[in-house]
């Protein structure tokens, strides 16, 4: 199953994907329509998102991002409110650009222009990169700053990138004295408590995340994740199903219900939703080890092998895809590399549950 610690949670339907952009365009002409299309979204402070579009993003050098447009009531030069109104929606969309496998995100701002016909709209970008697990905005310093939350959120995850789940819990309690409803804090103590083998906090944590934010995808995405690790198919697949209700373009959720399928014998169910993940999400390496999986148990042992060849040029630590492949090469009667591949997935720590 995909351990998502960080879909996209306020996405809405599928369009073209928009031009290449470059950092920061000041004007685009734009057609002022009687009924701006955009669809209405709410935040967990409460505040109506004007959401015109989610989807990737093609620079022209081919790099890949995430991309977020939305309409504000404020002005594009009033930056104070501005920044406030996107520090808050980052602080939800960074995990949605994460969870996907994307280093770079986008959020576009447009000021509408009122009245009719063609004139200028109003644009401000806003693009953060990802290194070393930590985003930071490459326009605005001041954008994604963390707060003291985020900062006990930090540590935390950097104690349990290297294991340390016990010290990481701390810090995580910290951040929730800090702030409360802390959708970073409980996301991430959630899959410290599964890591140490504390089911039923782990899944506290997500139901308590959701009581903050209903329509959270990626908590449902990681709530599946925990359910299946312990066999709870039916709940595993109650939560995707929610999660794809709410977005049905969230290829996390896609591929957490093939693994679910995988693991039930419905491989054909499994091979159709990973496609559908690695179509939406051509970065995410999960999905193509669990399309290979999918493709061991229905003998078509060379695709399996593609796609764990393309999980690991990907994610070459995914020790997950080094055992599957090794499984895939028994299957073929090559002991060898079956061999090699096992012995790497158990230096990576992989162990099959």
Same mark, same amino acid.
């Given at each position: 199953m995909l351990s998502a610690g960080l879909s996209v949670s306020i996405a809405n339907d599928a369009q073209a994907v928009p031009r290449p952009i470059v950092p920061e365009p000041s004007f685009k002409m734009h057609v002022a329509p009687r009924h701006p299309k955009y669809t209405v979204k709410t935040l967990p402070s409460g505040k109506k998102l004007k959401l015109h579009f989610v989807g990737p993003l093609v620079f022209a050098d081919g790099d890949q991002a995430l991309l977020l447009s939305y309409e504000s009531d404020f002005k594009v030069t009033d930056l104070a409110k501005l920044k406030n109104e996107v520090d808050e929606i980052w602080s939800y969309f960074r995990q949605d650009a994460g969870i996907q496998g994307f280093k770079h995100a986008v959020i576009t701002v447009r000021e509408e222009p009122s009245g009719q016909g063609v004139q200028s709209a109003h644009v401000k970008n806003f693009l953060f990169e990802q290194k070393d697990s930590k985003w930071t905005c490459l326009t605005d310093p001041d954008v994604g700053a963390p707060q003291p939350d985020d900062q006990e959120c930090e540590k935390? +995850? %950097?104690?349990?990138? $290297?294991?340390?789940?016990?010290?990481?819990?701390?810090?995580?309690?910290? *951040?929730?004295?800090? +702030?409360?409803?802390?959708? +970073?804090? /409980?996301?991430?103590?959630?899959?410290?408590?599964?890591?140490?083998?504390?089911?039923?906090?782990?899944? =506290? %944590?997500?139901?308590? /995340?959701?009581?903050?934010?209903?329509?959270? $995808?990626?908590?449902? $995405?990681?709530?599946?994740?925990?359910?299946?690790?312990?066999?709870?198919?039916?709940?595993? /697949?109650?939560?995707?199903?929610? =999660?794809?209700?709410?977005?049905?373009?969230?290829? *996390?959720?896609?591929?957490?219900?093939?693994?679910?399928?995988?693991?039930?014998?419905?491989? %054909?169910? =499994?091979?159709? %939703?990973?496609?559908?993940?690695?179509?939406? !999400?051509?970065?995410?390496?999960? !999905?193509?080890?669990?399309?290979?999986? =999918?493709?061991?148990?229905?003998?078509?042992?060379?695709l399996a092998i593609d796609d764990f060849n393309k999980a690991l040029t990907m994610n070459p630590k995914l020790g997950e895809a080094y055992y599957n492949r090794a499984q895939t090469y028994k299957a073929m009667g090559d002991t060898s590399n079956a061999t090699s591949d096992e012995a790497k997935a158990k230096e990576l720590g992989f162990k099959k549950e």
């Open positions: 935390g +995850n %950097d104690l349990s990138h $290297v294991g340390n789940h016990k010290e990481a819990i701390e810090h995580f309690d910290k *951040a929730l004295v800090l +702030n409360p409803k802390s959708i +970073n804090a /409980l996301l991430n103590r959630s899959i410290a408590y599964e890591s140490l083998g504390e089911h039923k906090k782990a899944l =506290a %944590d997500l139901t308590s /995340l959701l009581s903050i934010s209903p329509n959270y $995808v990626i908590a449902y $995405v990681n709530r599946a994740w925990v359910h299946g690790r312990h066999k709870e198919f039916a709940e595993a /697949l109650e939560d995707c199903n929610k =999660a794809i209700l709410i977005d049905p373009k969230c290829a *996390a959720a896609l591929n957490n219900r093939a693994s679910v399928y995988n693991d039930l014998g419905q491989y %054909d169910k =499994a091979l159709d %939703d990973s496609t559908r993940a690695i179509d939406l !999400a051509p970065h995410l390496a999960a !999905a193509y080890d669990t399309r290979g999986v =999918a493709r061991r148990h229905l003998k078509q042992f060379q």
